[in-house]
């Protein structure tokens, strides 16, 4: 195992009626006037923005609201969510939504006391000394943001789909209430399976070392996501399965999985940001598509891991049989496993990989995705 | 799922000579003189005590020795160590060495600061409102006492072997080196096996509610354990399997592979507890004597989830098979699995069913465990 540091503080609040709690965390911490960021309207019509509100003034915390996050989110939106909360000093922020809200939240909360460009995170320019804490009640499991220190941001301007990163912004308190996510739409639900998936294969496949403990526990993370997806498309409101869902999420990205491991890089995601950033694809679809041709490119290169792993998650024998049933398994949930199902072709090569190019950069993997590589595997893709 | 609360601050410090840093985490932490604890004088022998000072005078801490913590420790050690601590009126406590030393150390922290008896805190008589910052040097791969909030400490006057929790008994940082487990003797490596087995089974079988990503955690923890003890009994200086076995240990105690659960029990420890208290067997010995009687006795009534152990663990079919494949394992590595090997029979039955008949209403289960259950387990164990 290689040497390394395991710190994660963020307190998860779990299950049934935990966002009825959200204003007591925020008050224990000391919060007194709160950003609250969320995306859509559907919170409003839900009741959960109604059950958050009556929280917050049960233990008299004032507000500020901040809605209209989308997913695949932007810098132009952490700009806005910035100024507001300078402007209105809050002292915490309350992020209620998915993986986008809670990521631009993240953004926010490092950007609100830094007086240069919060971009600057993104690009290695300066680092958080200090964020405003954060606090989120999550409605989608797909990305781990609750329990992890960092957060994704596109760049509308350059299409650079960047990360933030610092011990600064794990958040205080996640709540993960199973029943808030009953009424996440199919397509979204095979697309976070398709996500979470992929933040568990890319230390698996591509560390250097990795401890055997760590690969079980990957394993045990896909077996429980393949297991309540399936169950999840059958009947939505099964809480049972929506919980455990929820909680592979957490695990999938919650350093958990790669403490021990080295020399690991996130090549599914260095490709699939390009497709979020340029066309607009919900990560989790893109992600679908980019991991059997990722695969089908890598195999060779760790050869007795995609054995296991076709072993370990199908029950099958050879590398080659694992990577077909991983995507046979994408194209039976409904999640895109072709660059044609979102109306791309080979003439869109020239600026995917320019994109992606700059990307590999930015991910430490440039000498090895160069491309003559990305065209194998958008190939792979087609 | 049900409902839970994780929060587990502990910084983990993995890896070979993080032990010489330590002196940097207590200064980051702002101690400036510490309470020194450690069992016997081997950590003289072997030089470990000369990195330790080092580090800490590199950072200019000042530190008082206290030395001579035995396993299974005693109360009247604590009674010594916070006498100490309140004499000397040291700001943290570093311990170095195994489960017994940290658990001890974690009692200390908590009496240091509080007016009356330490032992209060393990009657449930008093909760710790305060407690001196504690870090650790873990060099026995056992008790996961490094990532959670427990200790456990007899009482030797009353032969009570009872534990004191606390949010505020969490490590600060835990070193983990595997390098400076590989003197660990071959008696301890498979006491230390059967000790993190124990960990994992008690909710794994006894959880009214176990979510299946909890199961799949736990059978990665166990599979580990085995897998790395034979190679350990090979080579004691695999560094892979001492580092893969240490943070086996930690996982199957640091509340991840109970989130979810409900309605689960700890009778297995219950039960070792006492000949642990009245023989002064190792803690992991008596367990492994402890766990098949247990698990024979308790096999109906969770059939399907000792079927699954049988199968994910050993590749077994039946409930019987995969007890019993547990207990070969153990006669196979030399841990005791019958209560001969402690020169134990029938004849002691009654002392040790009149402890634990206490044992079992402390740890809530004295409905379940009633002198003729008693008798059966003890039985099973002859």
């Not at 809050?90 to 460009?117: P, R």
């Not at 095979?190 to 890319?202: G, N, P, R, T």
Request: proline share 3%; hydrophobic share 40%.
């Amino acid at each position: 195992m290689q040497n390394f540091t395991f710190y994660n503080p963020t307190q998860i609040e779990f299950g049934k009626a935990k966002e009825q709690e959200i204003g007591k965390h925020l008050h224990v911490n000391g919060v007194k006037k709160v950003l609250l960021t969320y995306g859509s309207d559907r919170i409003k019509k839900d009741g959960l923005f109604d059950t958050v509100v009556a929280s917050l003034k049960a233990e008299g915390i004032a507000f500020v609201e901040f809605g209209g996050i989308q997913s695949n989110p932007l810098l132009s939106k952490v700009y806005e969510g910035v100024a507001l909360a300078k402007k209105e000093e809050v002292d915490g922020l309350l992020a209620v939504g998915g993986g986008s809200v809670l990521d631009s939240t993240k953004a926010i909360a490092a950007g609100a006391l830094y007086e240069g460009d919060v971009w600057d995170f993104f690009i290695g320019k300066a680092a958080p000394s200090v964020a405003l804490p954060i606090f989120d009640i999550i409605t989608l499991a797909a990305t781990g943001s609750e329990m992890n220190m960092g957060g994704v941001v596109t760049n509308e301007a350059t299409k650079e789909k960047f990360a933030i990163q610092s011990p600064l912004l794990y958040p205080k308190v996640s709540i993960i209430n199973p029943k808030l996510q009953m009424s996440v739409s199919k397509e979204y639900l095979v697309y976070s399976a398709s996500d979470i998936i992929a933040h568990s294969i890319e230390g698996y496949f591509t560390a250097s070392v990795q401890p055997k403990i760590i690969s079980r526990q990957v394993e045990a993370v896909i077996k429980t996501v393949i297991e309540t997806t399936e169950k999840l498309l059958e009947n939505p409101n099964d809480y049972e399965a929506r919980g455990e869902f929820a909680w592979a999420a957490t695990c999938a990205l919650n350093g958990t999985t790669y403490v021990g491991t080295s020399g690991f890089s996130y090549p599914n995601h260095m490709i699939e940001h390009v497709l979020s950033a340029l066309y607009d694809v919900p990560h989790g679809a893109g992600l679908s598509v980019v991991m059997p041709a990722w695969m089908k490119w890598y195999k060779s290169k760790n050869k007795a891991q995609f054995e296991r792993f076709a072993k370990e998650i199908f029950g099958l024998d050879s590398a080659d049989e694992g990577i077909k049933a991983l995507e046979s398994w994408f194209n039976k949930i409904g999640t895109p496993t072709k660059l044609s199902q979102f109306d791309l072709d080979k003439s869109n090569f020239e600026e995917i990989i320019k994109v992606g190019l700059g990307n590999a950069t930015y991910f430490g993997v440039g000498s090895i995705y160069t491309q003559k590589v990305f065209e194998e595997i958008l190939t792979n893709a087609l």
